[in-house]
């Protein structure tokens, strides 16, 4: 018979990881916290990557939790961020936002919201939640085989029940699902008024920073903003 049992030992390592990750936070609080402030002090008509990862580009400030020297500013998306109101001429968000939690969002939003000049523009890609369930009420089985390693599984994602819950879900690190609907509703109010659909590679030339993996355009919801003036 085990010392632990199955359940016990589950909420240990939680707990556990849990610990670790309040250690990296405040080390990347502690080291990497004045940068963006320092960087970005005085400036105006910023072009901001906001949850970039990998995706980055010269002449925008790219920002992440994971600190890049040289490539990417440390960000944590439940702080406030440290740059002054109206200072970002465009906002590029791909992929990041369905890592919060609904409320999170609504705060990530509203700072957005703060940072762009008036006028200035916003660009949103998320996976789309409506696609999926569409996807799913069909049985459209092509687009779930295209989907069947999402996120790098390993084992094939079937049925196509399991492909719809790894995309909302991805082992926790998703937090909530979106639609234009959704994300409209959400927007509006923060003074963001033009909200339009968009495609792959839809905006103009200098704020174009897509991603081009095969899977963005096949599961994705593309979304232009615009603050109002």
């Given at each position: 018979?085990?010392?632990?049992?199955?359940?016990?030992?589950?909420?240990?390592?939680?707990?556990?990881?849990?610990?670790?990750?309040?250690?990296?936070?405040?080390?990347?609080?502690?080291?990497?916290?004045?940068?963006?402030?320092?960087?970005?002090?005085?400036?105006?008509?910023?072009?901001?990557?906001?949850?970039?990862?990998?995706?980055?580009?010269?002449?925008?400030?790219?920002?992440?939790?994971?600190?890049?020297?040289?490539?990417?500013?440390?960000?944590?998306?439940?702080?406030?961020?440290?740059?002054?109101?109206?200072?970002?001429?465009?906002?590029?968000?791909?992929?990041?936002?369905?890592?919060?939690?609904?409320?999170?969002?609504?705060?990530?939003?509203?700072?957005?919201?703060?940072?762009?000049?008036?006028?200035?523009?916003?660009?949103?890609i998320?996976?789309?939640?409506?696609?999926?369930?569409?996807?799913?009420?069909?049985?459209?089985?092509?687009?779930?085989?295209?989907?069947?390693?999402?996120?790098?599984?390993?084992?094939?994602?079937?049925?196509?029940?399991r492909?719809?819950?790894?995309?909302?879900?991805?082992?926790?690190?998703?937090?909530?699902?979106?639609?234009?609907?959704?994300?409209?509703?959400a927007?509006?109010?923060?003074?963001?008024t033009?909200?339009?659909?968009?495609?792959?590679?839809?905006?103009?030339?200098?704020?174009?920073?897509?991603?081009?993996?095969?899977?963005?355009?096949?599961?994705?919801?593309y979304?232009?903003l615009?603050?109002?003036?």
């Open positions: 018979m085990p010392l632990l049992s199955r359940s016990t030992h589950r909420r240990a390592r939680e707990a556990y990881h849990a610990a670790r990750r309040l250690q990296s936070h405040l080390i990347r609080q502690l080291r990497y916290g004045g940068e963006l402030r320092r960087h970005c002090a005085g400036q105006t008509g910023l072009l901001l990557n906001i949850g970039c990862g990998p995706l980055t580009r010269e002449g925008w400030v790219n920002l992440d939790y994971q600190h890049s020297a040289g490539q990417s500013f440390y960000f944590d998306a439940l702080d406030h961020l440290p740059i002054a109101d109206g200072a970002a001429r465009h906002i590029h968000c791909e992929h990041f936002l369905e890592h919060l939690d609904y409320a999170d969002a609504i705060e990530f939003l509203k700072e957005c919201a703060r940072l762009l000049e008036p006028g200035g523009t916003m660009r949103l998320v996976p789309d939640a409506e696609r999926y369930m569409r996807a799913y009420c069909a049985d459209e089985q092509p687009f779930f085989e295209q989907l069947v390693h999402l996120g790098n599984h390993i084992e094939p994602l079937t049925p196509k029940n492909v719809c819950n790894h995309s909302f879900r991805m082992d926790g690190a998703h937090r909530f699902g979106w639609d234009f609907e959704t994300l409209e509703t927007c509006r109010p923060l003074g963001l033009e909200i339009t659909r968009s495609s792959l590679n839809d905006i103009a030339e200098p704020y174009r920073l897509d991603g081009q993996d095969w899977w963005r355009p096949l599961e994705s919801l979304a232009n615009r603050k109002a003036t």
